[in-house]
């Protein structure tokens, strides 16, 4: 058995953000590519199949809410079996259960451990199970080599609630750009699918239920605008209050041709976000977003879109107008600006070859991402 360079361990495979870019990064294409492996600690999931599918060994481990020992024990076994040279974990389940397994697989002077933060404020609105969670990393942070934030917020609010690893690097997320990107015939298509005409405003909200993405208010900005179509994509959409200009889409399995057809996005997250997947995604296929000020939302929108404060349905109102009333070609300029700003900042390339930096390095307690990330 080959030895992997590095064991990715994450809770689920479910749809999510930093699902998603897990199975980004182990499937990217490289000039050189090096043995990777993912230990999911439960089983099944969107992303298991296309990780298989990429040739990268996928390792599922059973973990329900009475098992999490044995879970545990299952994983200082794999360690011990893989040898990996590193371990990068996702999220606060991930980075308690792989530092208990790389402890208990007696490997922990040679497998580096390196943690990963994707969310940034961690508010009281998260459940009580979530800041147990929280509070424990909080106290066994310095057991990690480094800990990874995919956002500047989220360094910043792990620093400020006690969170004191030896490094603190902020990799940031990467959109593939040969796939999210402006197609007229996918704009076509999808609308002609929706009964959406081509010249008609439509705006899009990206986001499964849950209290952090705030659909109500982005319900209110719908009522406000009767005018412009609205679409909810995403896991229990289906099920928010019916609206006349808005339709329910739950999970599309198709989201580079449903950004392609719309006018604006939307994201109404109230907490929590570090860097918003949708937001880059939505800007890459030259589509201009009105966000909320929370995670990172600023750094990827720059001056291409608008940020306004949660909770402030007049204002996502305001900034959709004013994106309404331009001109074709302001529109057309801000829709190069947009998916320029992805390209040159926010490549899936560019993430890769950060987190193949740190994973490929000599390391000595520091790597250079750690000198070089900008303080914010």
Not at 44 to 49: I, M, T, V
Not at 158 to 171: D, L, M, S
Not at 239 to 244: E, G, N, R, T
Not at 310 to 320: M, N
């Amino acid at each position: 058995m080959t030895r992997p360079v590095v064991l990715h361990v994450v809770p689920s495979l479910v749809t999510g953000g930093a699902e998603h870019m897990l199975a980004s990064l182990v499937t990217a294409k490289r000039a050189k590519p090096y043995p990777q492996a993912v230990a999911s600690l439960m089983t099944g999931g969107a992303y298991a199949e296309r990780i298989r599918a990429a040739g990268v060994p996928l390792y599922e481990l059973g973990l329900n809410l009475i098992n999490w020992p044995i879970v545990v024990v299952r994983l200082a076994a794999l360690i011990r079996k893989l040898s990996p040279e590193a371990i990068q974990s996702w999220l606060y389940y991930g980075d308690l259960i792989a530092t208990l397994a790389l402890y208990l697989s007696g490997r922990r002077r040679e497998t580096r451990l390196y943690w990963g933060v994707r969310c940034s404020d961690i508010s009281q609105r998260f459940s009580a199970r979530s800041r147990l969670m929280v509070a424990a990393c909080v106290r066994l942070s310095r057991l990690a080599d480094a800990v990874i934030a995919n956002s500047y917020a989220g360094r910043r609010d792990h620093q400020r609630i006690g969170y004191k690893p030896p490094a603190f690097a902020v990799i940031l997320n990467g959109v593939d750009t040969a796939v999210f990107r402006p197609n007229r015939a996918d704009r076509t298509r999808i609308r002609a699918e929706l009964g959406i005409a081509e010249t008609a405003p439509f705006v899009i909200h990206v986001g499964r239920v849950n209290p952090m993405k705030d659909h109500a208010t982005f319900l209110q900005i719908a009522n406000a605008l009767p005018e412009i179509r609205f679409a909810a994509i995403g896991r229990g959409t289906e099920a928010l209050p019916s609206s006349p200009n808005v339709m329910r889409l739950g999970v599309r399995e198709d989201m580079p041709a449903i950004y392609a057809a719309a006018d604006a996005l939307i994201s109404t997250s109230l907490f929590g976000e570090g860097f918003s997947n949708v937001i880059a995604e939505a800007m890459a296929s030259g589509v201009p977003v009105v966000a909320t000020d929370v995670g990172d939302a600023r750094e990827i929108i720059g001056d291409t879109g608008l940020v306004v404060p949660p909770e402030s349905a007049a204002a996502f109102v305001e900034a959709l107008r004013k994106f309404m009333r331009e001109g074709e070609e302001q529109r057309r300029n801000r829709a190069n600006a947009c998916r320029e700003r992805i390209t040159t900042r926010f490549s899936l390339e560019r993430a890769v070859a950060e987190f193949d930096k740190l994973y490929r390095s000599d390391w000595n307690g520091r790597c250079d991402l750690f000198d070089s990330s900008p303080s914010r």
